[in-house]
């Protein structure tokens, strides 16, 4: 009998993990009159909704930006309210209001839904170079291959395996055991900080990060790399040089984009393997980088696009003729 509770109470230990009631968010590191770059983030947040829901709004209203394309224009406006709304508000109740502590529950949910938008956000921006990629180089078959249909249908199945790969990804923590220090060197509940914290084996942890870094991080950048290369292959192809850069302009936009999400992002990842980065200097840029695409999206599409320009125009002109009217 004693031989048997000593295998019981070894076997309850194998699967006992041990879980925190809360974590601590540190944050930055001495530097003064922080207050101020909260305050900033708080009208970065403000502006982020006013422009994503003023983009959304125009594109539900004007039926002439019920295409495709729009759709992708939709889904990353979307996802940009979405993601700054996931991370903005509690990162201001954190460090404005001092509410350092998060309880193990929310810290899990608010990685999950971190993680799940920034990734939405990174793939839809794959998607759009798909639709320029069909545009420039098949233009005659635009119009089959880039449909309603099937743009829902690449919508739908990026959300379902993006929600799931990270659902498990993030369910994984629950199999850690953290039985030392409980503080989040970061600005969020970050995994990687996170789960270096744990005291057992985390081996398949850091597998799943390094699957979605690349992923999420690596993949899409390099596909838009090469969808552009048959872009400018097929725009040499053009003999007129005002059609060449009449295409080049409908691509504009989308470059932005690109750029003002994927270099900060990818030049703080690597800034960080190749060389020792303050944690302040790496929490400044982690928090620009997965907050100002989000407030210049909406901006760029709304000024760059001349589709977008036309229709809040013809929006505004309805608006006023019903004034008018009444």
């Known amino acids: 009998c004693l031989l048997l509770n000593i295998l019981f ?14 974590f601590y968010i540190s944050g930055f590191y001495n530097i003064p009159y922080t ?20 983009l ?28 700054s709304t996931a991370l903005i508000p509690k990162l201001l109740d954190t460090f404005l209001f001092d509410r350092r502590y998060i309880l193990y529950e929310a810290c899990l949910s608010y990685m999950f839904f971190f993680l799940l938008f920034g990734s939405l956000q990174s ?32 919508l739908l199945f990026m959300w379902l395996i993006i929600f799931s790969f990270l659902a498990f990804t993030v369910g994984n923590i629950n199999r850690l055991s953290f039985c030392g220090s409980l503080v989040i060197q970061s600005f969020h509940c970050d995994h990687g900080p996170l789960i270096s914290l744990s005291c057992n084996d985390r081996s398949l942890n850091k597998i799943m990060a390094y699957v979605a870094l690349i992923l999420f991080m690596c993949i899409p950048p390099i596909l838009i790399v090469i969808t552009y290369v048959f872009i400018a292959i097929a725009l040499s192809r053009i003999s007129s040089k005002v059609e060449r850069l009449r295409a080049l302009k409908t691509c504009s936009s989308h470059i932005i984009l690109v750029a003002t999400f994927f270099l900060p992002l990818v ?6 393997v190749v060389t020792y980065l303050h944690p302040n200097i790496r929490i400044i840029n982690s928090c620009f980088t997965h907050t100002i695409p989000s407030l210049l999206n909406p901006i ?14 013809k929006l505004f002109q309805r ?7 009444n």
């Open 56 to 83: 959304l709004s125009v594109i539900c209203l004007l039926k002439t930006l019920h295409s495709p394309k729009y759709m992708i224009v939709f889904n990353l406006a979307l996802t940009d309210l979405c993601g």
């Open 300 to 313: 760029i599409y709304s000024l760059k696009t001349e589709e977008v320009l036309n229709a809040i125009k």
């Open 319 to 325: 608006n006023r003729l019903k004034i008018i009217a």
């Open 267 to 272: 030049a703080t990842n690597i800034a960080s």
């Open 123 to 154: 793939w839809t921006l794959l998607c759009m170079a798909y639709d320029r990629f069909v545009a420039i180089c098949f233009p005659l078959r635009y119009h089959s291959i880039v449909s309603k249909r099937s743009v829902a249908v690449i």
């Open 35 to 54: 207050q101020y770059f909260y305050i900033f983030l708080c009208f970065v947040y403000v502006m982020t909704v006013i422009g994503n829901v003023f």
């Open 9 to 22: 109470s070894q076997v309850i230990l194998n699967v006992t993990f041990v879980r925190p009631e809360k």
